[in-house]
Structure formats: C-alpha cells, structure tokens
C-alpha cells in the first residue's frame, strides 16, 4: 500500500538544450542522472511518491480487463474527501478506451488504498433506435463541482447546495459489440457525441448519483448564457462567493474554446450559468492565488504552441482575463496543469522535454512521458523558477516491459480537510505502461499500473478553500 509519511529525494536526469533530428532509437540505454534537482531542494518541499493507491476495479462492463487512471481529489464533507477515478479497458486494440468510473471515500490518506470503491458511471451496451445495431457508449474521464457537506458560504449561513455537486464527461456511442475499440472507429461518421451530467449527492458515508442525463451535442448541455459545454477540464471547481468556478470546454455559435464555467445551485441542483473564453487549447485547469486572483491555463493546441506553458490571470472572479506568462519549448506536447499548495504556492506541472540519447544523437520520442516535472512560480514576479523533478519511472521502475514506455501523466490537485483536521495538498496523477506498438497491443498492465495519490508539503498559514 502506498505509504504517504515517507518523501524519497529523487535524483535528477539532465535536460536536452536541442532535440537532434536523428531516428527515435527505441531499445536505447537510460541517460546518465545528474543536473535536474528534486523536488526536495525547493520552496515547496519535497512531494511523497508511491505506488498507486488503487489499481485493479472491481466490476467493468462485460467484465472486460480494466485498471484504474486518472483521478480527481474533491472535498465532500468537513473532514472526508472523495477520489473520482476512471476506468481504462485494457488488451489489444482498446486505445482510448474508458469504462465510466468509480468514488472512493475516505478521511485519511493511508486508508485511501482500502476504501470501498462506489461506480458512479459505466458504458453502455444498447441497440440503434432506427437501424437496430448493437451500439456500446463509452464514458470518458469525469470532472466534478462540488460544494462540501456542512460547508458554509462566505456570510456563515448555510449552503442549501451544501453536500451536493454535479460531475460530467463526453460520451461516444459506437457501432459496436464494445469488445474492442481501434482508433478507426473515432473517424466513422456513425460516431454519436454526448456529455453525461450526473447529480451527487453526500450523506455524510457515501457519493451517489441522484439523477443521470446523457445530453446530445445537439442540443447540448447549455449555459443561461448560450455556451454549450463541451469537454472535461483536469481540476475539479472551486469555490467563488456562494458559486462554483470550473475550468472546461465550450463552445458558442461556431466559436469554441477552453475557459471558465460558474455553477450556481438552484432548482435543487448545481446549473451552469456562464462561461467565458480565455483561449482555445482543450484540458484546462484553475487555481486560485492568496490574494484572491485565479490563475488559468490550457493545453495549446495549435502545433506551434503544444510546447508552451501559457498562463492567464484574472482580479474579477474571471470575468476577464489577460496573459500574464508565455514559455515557448520548455515541455512536450502532452497533458499540462496548474496546481496550489494549501498555502497558496501556484506551481505547473507537465512531462519533461527533450529525453535523449547519453551521446546526444537520438530523441526518445517514446518516453515523453517518462518523466513529471515542476515549475514553482515565483512569489514576487509571474516567471517560472527552473524545473523540479517530481517522478523518473525508469529511474524508479526499472526499463518498461518490452516494447512498451511508461506514462506518468494528467496531474490533477485539490486542498482537503481531513479527519486529523489539518488541510492537505493532494496531487494525482496517472501510471502506466503503452506500447510502442500503439494499439495492437495497447497498455500492458504492471504493478505500477493505476492511479497515484501523492500529499504537496505546505508551510503555514494554510489558505483554507472552504470554511465549516
């Protein structure tokens, strides 16, 4: 079980300047360490790393082999948080291919790993209402608002939307038995897109789901301000005055983009009511800073822009927005987020950039995502501080099986109140092993497979998100 008490320091592994135009070389050594500190010899401190919390579901639909992924940590009760997971099926010709996911409850980190997994969304296996095909619906990763049991609003009063939240995710409808699922099916033009809405609920034990809507993109799930929403951010929300603020995708009369959704209760549910667009880009994430301002950023998607790190500030709860920070080739164009310590530290964490051959001639394309990195942001100027190494899986794991590269990739964060009373940074993130092979294979399941729960040290004072 993944033991939290314990930091280990991690040596660095030097970064390449330039990429070399060589061939990939994918059978090479591991490059010499050295150069890139830990993440210890910084402000923060030193990040805990493990194995994953949980790896291996319980029940899939159609019993088909899955394993745990990318998780979301969420306060729901004054002292009790949840862990969102997703469920990826694994074997041959099953690439991107999830199977809703689970909740985990729990009010202490080393019980995180025992906790009783609850299913809150699983796929589909239905038949086409006008050709009478079998289809199967499969449910993506969920992103989730939610305001927590006994939480106050700033007044004092109590929140009549207090233990109660909403989490989405796409959905695509195939035509299909669901046995597999290879990368042609994406482009067929009998693909069917949705968002799935579920309404939570906390009683004080469990997470539920009190109502369930599977939305088409037409009509779509929309905001009182004409925004469709589209896609899943990486964070879940936070709180803004009595509402919810949620980075996501929308999308608006022909113009999309990532940006800033706010949810308000009413109706006896959490609705979207307004979203503004900060940029484009898709998998953005939101954090708040100590004097009250919100820090944004997105996964670019425009080829000239997938190795930046672009960060936006707004003073005015999001209301409008200005680029603050632009770093140009400092990451690989994989999954990026932005993160607060709980005492309001703002850091960015992404895949290191440029892993090379020891001589320098061959680029590892296949291990992009070998390795997660920090930048601190600097307290008195919006500039990165140099980057911090946070997890070497090949380092820490040895070589990936044969023919395979590790993932360590879509880290999601969130401060919560546990049962000890103090507040916890915590900091999630994705392990696993894909083929170099792609989907003939897909992921090869190890013991490094599923979804880590790491704790962000924190100095005080603590900013708490919520007040009970």
Avoid at 296 to 316: G, Q
Wanted: aromatic share 8%; with cysteine.
């Amino acid at each position: 079980m993944h033991t939290h008490a314990l930091a280990v320091r991690l040596a660095g592994v030097a970064f390449a300047a330039a990429l070399a135009s060589a061939a990939p070389a994918p059978q090479a050594a591991t490059p010499p360490l050295g150069g890139l500190p830990g993440a210890g010899e910084s402000p923060i401190g030193e990040i805990t790393r493990g194995l994953p919390d949980v790896s291996l579901p319980r029940s899939s639909t159609g019993n088909l082999p899955t394993r745990y992924g990318l998780g979301q940590p969420v306060q729901v009760g004054p002292k009790t948080a949840a862990l969102f997971c997703n469920l990826r099926v694994v074997g041959p010709n099953r690439s991107d291919y999830e199977d809703g996911g689970d909740v985990f409850v729990f009010d202490n980190l080393a019980s995180l790993g025992t906790a009783e997994p609850t299913p809150i969304a699983r796929n589909e296996r239905v038949k086409d209402s006008t050709t009478g095909e079998p289809r199967f619906i499969v449910k993506y990763p969920t992103c989730v608002s939610f305001w927590p049991l006994e939480a106050r609003q700033p007044d004092g009063s109590v929140h009549p939307g207090a233990g109660k939240g909403v989490a989405f995710c796409r959905a695509l409808s195939f035509v299909g038995s669901g046995d597999t699922l290879p990368w042609e099916f994406f482009s067929k033009p009998s693909v069917q897109h949705y968002v799935e809405v579920m309404y939570l609920s906390f009683d004080g034990r469990q997470v539920s789901v009190v109502k369930r809507d599977l939305i088409p993109d037409d009509p779509g799930w929309a905001t009182q301000d004409g925004w469709h929403i589209a896609a899943p951010g990486l964070q879940p929300a936070i709180p803004d005055g009595n509402d919810l603020l949620l980075a996501l995708n929308a999308q608006k009369e022909g113009k999309a983009g990532t940006g800033v959704c706010r949810f308000r209760f009413a109706g006896g549910q959490w609705q979207p009511v307004a979203f503004t667009r900060v940029t484009g880009g898709c998998e953005p994430s939101l954090v708040r800073r100590t004097d009250g301002s919100l820090v944004f950023l997105t996964r670019p998607s425009e080829p000239m822009d997938a190795k930046r790190i672009m960060l936006w500030t707004s003073t005015d709860s999001g209301a409008t927005w200005r680029l603050v920070l632009d770093a140009p080739n400092v990451r690989p164009s994989t999954p990026v987020s932005v993160h607060a310590t709980p005492n309001g530290r703002i850091f960015v964490l992404a895949n290191a950039l440029g892993m090379t051959s020891p001589d320098g001639m061959a680029r590892w394309w296949h291990r992009n995502r070998d390795r997660l990195v920090m930048w601190q942001l600097a307290e008195k100027a919006v500039q990165l501080m140099p980057p911090q190494l946070i997890r070497d899986c090949t380092e820490e794991f040895g070589a990936a099986p044969d023919q395979a590269m590790w993932y360590c990739d879509h880290p999601v964060s969130a401060t919560v109140r546990l049962n000890d009373g103090k507040w916890h940074g915590l900091l999630a993130y994705r392990l696993m092993a894909f083929s170099t092979l792609g989907e003939k294979v897909a992921e090869v399941p190890t013991p490094q497979t599923g979804c880590c729960v790491e704790e962000v040290p924190s100095a005080q004072p603590v900013t708490p998100p919520w007040h009970f």
